[in-house]
Structure formats: C-alpha cells, structure tokens
C-alpha cells in the first residue's frame, strides 16, 4: 500500500557529495518520521539520519557536520544531502518512513522501507 523509492546514488570521488531522495506513494494519510539507514557489507544497518514531520532531526555521530537530512512534506519526500564523503561511507543506503495509512474505513500504520541505493566513494 505504501511504496517508497529512492534516488541518488552512485558513485564519487572521496570528498565529493551526492543527494539522495526518497519520494514515498500510495494510500498515505500521514507520514511520522522518516530517515536513512545504510548497510555495508559484513555489518549491521545503521541509521544515518532521521527528520521528524515536525523537522527535528538527529545524525550518527560519522554523519554530523557532513551529512543534512530534509525533507518536503507537501511531496513526501525526504533527501540526504552528504558532503565530504569518505571511503567509509560505501553502503547501500536505504529510506524509511513511518507511515499512517487509510482505505475505506481502515486505518494501518507502516514502518515502510525503500529498495536501496548504493553509494560508493572511492579513495
């Protein structure tokens, strides 16, 4: 019912920047928190960023002071812009949204996430 696709990716010099998007469909009545998650290889996912639909925003630590979550409600969209970008940041990066749903008279609630892109940062 919710469907969430992300955009961005690809790859970049280390130093370089790249801004991810992710622009979520569907039956959607609300959208709560959104956020970016990234996975590398032989480790957990982790989160980078997350945006409530207020716009408070919180960061890992490897992500502040390079990485701005946004977003743009009448779109239901979020983007991660990354500056600076190290080869350390090479992951697939995911979006999720926490997502209020309504069809008919049924009402769901989603934690939704996207497909992923990969981001890779040469040295």
């Known amino acids: 019912q919710v469907q969430l696709v992300e955009s961005g990716g690809g790859l970049v010099q280390a130093g370089g920047s790249l801004r991810l998007s992710c622009a979520a469909s569907g039956s959607i009545f609300s959208i709560n928190a959104m956020g970016w998650y990234r996975q590398a290889p032989g480790k957990q996912r982790e989160l980078v960023a997350g945006i409530t639909s207020g716009g408070s925003t919180n960061y890992a630590d490897s992500a502040k002071g390079r990485f701005t979550i946004s977003r743009d409600n009448a779109k239901n969209t979020v983007y991660l812009q990354m500056n600076s970008l190290k080869p350390e940041d090479t992951a697939v990066y995911y979006c999720?949204?926490?997502?209020?749903?309504?069809?008919?008279?049924?009402?769901?609630?989603?934690?939704?996430w996207g497909q992923g892109t990969q981001v890779t940062v040469s040295s």
């Open positions: 999720n949204a926490d997502v209020s749903t309504v069809v008919g008279a049924t009402v769901g609630f989603f934690s939704s």
